[in-house]
């Protein structure tokens, strides 16, 4: 008894090799019938007997290719049509428009095993790839997903690439980037005066590396520098043509064995390193980890990644050892991705190029990752995450436009129930991210089909993400502004990430946020929803002595919180009195002016004290840096808390000032910077969990969200978490956006799709 089927699936199934593999299965369960992309994803028909039927209907859920992200399967029977054959069927051109682009993928072990094989054409070829892996987001130029829109639209296919493409059987099946050496992107190393090399690039490239030579090596989505590990003035030349860089570089090694060597891996920091988004992994440096001391100094970390792109494979074991790898570029630019702006800006940093003519369509810096509680969350999200959508709770009632923060800037679109995050922007005072911000703005809502009738940012009046966003708004006067406020953005996103509406108490600690009342927050405690929120709590204000001359010298900071816990009875002493003679008393003077001096309830900003009284750092080079060398240095051993008394009134306050008497107490009795680190963050831990079991008292919310870049912060936030779940709190973390400004455009769009939703209810 012959039946058939008809099948929509929803999700991201083109361009990944999701035809060739529907066409195999049916093929192989015996049926006929068709599968063509539609709008949605794909439509199959299938047609044969009922149990044929069931088995292929199994190796749709259980097999599918790897790069497929299947959200729904519906299926419903139609009348057999008496077909004879399985096709697959050419789909239109406003079908293909409408499907999610699929973010770039590592090379996959068919791909891999073909350029290590002398007998295969594709043998040590630098740009093979599949419809199970290869570039897609940073070649694309434009919709519908094919060749001529992307940056392999100059590379004509050769007769066997040609076949490739056309065979619904075949791998390559409609593998949009397929090429090969005798049709594909070449490529050349380019000596310091721009000059190709003669020989065999991979193997010279090598050659110079192991010579001390810093190499500029173009990836997927933008230049890296490069250069031996274990080199140690190699390391500090590069870190010195950075301009005094000084975060940590990340590594390249050849394999997961190499890794091992570096790192201490778990088994889901095994499979990170491994999967298809190949993230930077942040994990726990070994003791005998054979890295130059200039890698990463000071960090109990290391930064690693394995190879994602057939170049990385070929160069990586070339070489046989792992490789700094880090951001082609000076300082805070955004990486160099264009080869005209690479080889301006890298020529006074690199010695060689190693490079190739296939073009990158838009720059995408390496994801980075790290694994808390069993679960690898970003720290950011881009290269091999981004575009992917995320879901939204419920379905956006227009399609919004979200322009996130200022620092560490992505923007998202929504529209039904989803939500496209894009890749890392940059700080957008710079003038590259900010160019890079618009053209995402554009590129993204051809890509996805959305025209945004809500515009959602900050309430910062100075973020250009603000400013922008005002424009379009005051361009287009039927596009609705929504401001959305810092903290609330950060608490909506991650409750939202975790399917959840609220109300819940949200711990929102970060650098600077602006707040309702025009000063800087950054120590909240509040009470949201995705539509709005109360703020119940705070970390006791003091000034910032400068402004944002304090985010780049904590030890104004230091000055600030000293201030603020003993006034005039300052004891004597003090190791950061005495390096700041010359200025002491002039910010004395700022700090009673109250002129150029905010009051700031920062969490992240008194980090930056205690740094600065530790004697760590007085100035930082960049946002969060004096406090991640205070986690860095943290001893965690240590079980000792200061004291943060909770203040009760009608908004809690944590009290700072306790604190900062007992790390003088500390420092006095010559107690050790690791003991005094670990008790600042053993004390705020304690004291936050005081004020959210005091919240759930008033309130009755026993969900907490915690959100903001100070959860970075792995030994703070594991505190606060045992803490909580102790007391009986559910907890919710972020697992698909960083806890930094990094997630605040997905927060921004919740919380405009939930007051768009309040606006205009739908009744059901
Ligand atoms: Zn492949
Ligand atoms: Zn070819
Ligand atoms: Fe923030």
């Not at 190709?196 to 990836?219: F, M, W």
Request: proline share 7%.
């Amino acid at each position: 008894m012959v039946e058939r089927t008809r099948l929509r699936i929803s999700g991201t199934v083109q361009g990944v090799g999701f035809r060739p593999f529907v066409h195999r299965a049916a093929t192989a369960c015996g049926l006929t019938g068709f599968v063509r992309n539609d709008e949605r994803g794909a439509w199959i028909e299938v047609e044969g007997p009922r149990d044929a039927l069931d088995a292929f209907a199994r190796a749709l859920e259980e097999d599918p290719p790897a790069l497929a992200r299947i959200e729904g399967i519906s299926r419903v029977a139609v009348p057999p049509l008496g077909e004879t054959s399985f096709r697959i069927e050419r789909s239109t051109a406003d079908g293909e428009r409408r499907a999610p682009i699929s973010p770039d993928a590592a090379t996959c072990e068919a791909c891999l095993a073909e350029i290590l094989d002398p007998a295969d054409r594709r043998h040590r070829y630098a740009f093979t790839n599949c419809t199970a892996c290869g570039p897609r987001f940073t070649i694309v130029t434009g919709v519908p997903y094919d060749r001529a829109a992307t940056t392999m639209r100059d590379f004509a296919m050769c007769d066997d690439c040609a076949r490739e493409y056309a065979d619904p059987t075949d791998r390559r099946f409609h593998a949009q980037p397929l090429c090969c050496p005798a049709c594909g992107p070449r490529l050349v190393l380019r000596g310091r005066d721009g000059k190709q090399e003669p020989g065999d690039p991979i193997a010279r490239t090598a050659a110079l590396l192991a010579s001390g030579a810093i190499v500029a090596i173009k990836g997927l989505g933008g230049f890296h520098l490069a250069v031996s590990c274990t080199d140690e003035a190699a390391v500090s030349a590069l870190r010195a043509r950075k301009r005094r860089e000084e975060r940590p570089f990340a590594l390249l090694a050849p394999d997961l064995g190499a890794a091992e060597r570096l790192v201490h891996l778990d088994d889901v920091g095994r499979r990170c390193l491994t999967g298809t988004q190949r993230p930077i992994l942040l994990a726990p440096r070994r003791e005998d980890a054979p890295v130059a001391d200039g890698v990463a100094p000071g960090m109990r970390w290391l930064g690693v990644m394995l190879p994602y792109t057939p170049l990385h494979h070929l160069l990586a074991r070339e070489v046989g050892a792992p490789i700094v790898l880090t951001s082609g570029n000076v300082s805070d630019e955004p990486i160099a991705y264009r080869d005209d702006d690479a080889r301006e800006r890298l020529a006074p940093l690199c010695d060689a190029w190693l490079t190739h003519d296939r073009p990158i369509h838009v720059r995408c810096d390496d994801s980075v990752v790290r694994v808390h509680r069993g679960v690898a969350r970003p720290l950011r999200r881009s290269r091999g995450h981004a575009p992917a959508p995320l879901p939204l709770p419920f379905a956006a009632p227009a399609p919004i436009l979200a322009c996130g923060g200022e620092l560490k800037n992505t923007l998202c679109l929504a529209k039904g129930a989803r939500a496209y995050v894009s890749h890392h922007l940059g700080d957008l005072e710079n003038w590259g991210a900010f160019e890079a911000f618009r053209e995402a703005i554009d590129h993204l809502a051809r890509l996805f089909d959305v025209t945004p009738a809500v515009i959602a940012c900050d309430l910062h009046p100075e973020y250009l993400s603000t400013k922008h966003a005002q424009a379009l708004a005051l361009a287009n006067p039927d596009l609705t502004l929504v401001g959305v406020q810092h903290h609330h953005a950060h608490a909506a996103a991650c409750l939202a990430e975790s399917g959840c509406e609220g109300p819940a108490l949200a711990v929102c600690y970060d650098g600077l946020g602006y707040g309702t009342d025009g000063t800087l927050w950054g120590g909240e405690l509040l009470v949201a929803d995705l539509v709005d929120f109360e703020r119940v709590g705070r970390l006791a204000p003091v000034p910032m002595p400068g402004a944002a001359a304090a985010i780049r010298e904590p030890w104004r900071m230091a000055a600030a919180h000293l201030d603020a816990a003993f006034g005039a009875a300052l004891p004597a002493g003090l190791e950061v009195v005495r390096r700041n003679r010359d200025r002491w008393d002039a910010i004395g003077a700022l700090l009673r002016s109250g002129i150029q001096a905010p009051p700031t309830s920062s969490v992240g900003r008194l980090f930056d004290a205690v740094a600065a009284l530790v004697g760590l750092r007085d100035r930082v080079s960049f946002e969060g840096q004096a406090a991640i060398a205070l986690e860095q240095l943290a001893d965690p051993t240590e079980a000792g808390a200061y004291p943060m008394p909770v203040r009760d009134g009608a908004l809690l306050e944590l009290d700072g000032a306790a604190l900062i008497r007992a790390v003088v107490a500390d420092l006095g009795a010559g107690a050790p910077p690791a003991r005094i680190a670990a008790r600042l963050h053993n004390g705020l831990a304690r004291a936050t969990a005081e004020a959210c079991r005091a919240l759930r008292e008033r309130r009755g919310v026993g969900v907490v969200a915690l959100s903001g870049g100070v959860f970075q912060n792995q030994l703070l936030l594991d505190r606060l978490v045992t803490q909580l779940e102790a007391d009986g709190f559910r907890v919710l973390l972020h697992a698909a956006l960083p806890p930094n400004d990094g997630g605040l455009s997905y927060g921004q769009a919740v919380v405009a799709a939930a007051r768009a939703r309040a606006r205009f209810p739908t009744g059901d």
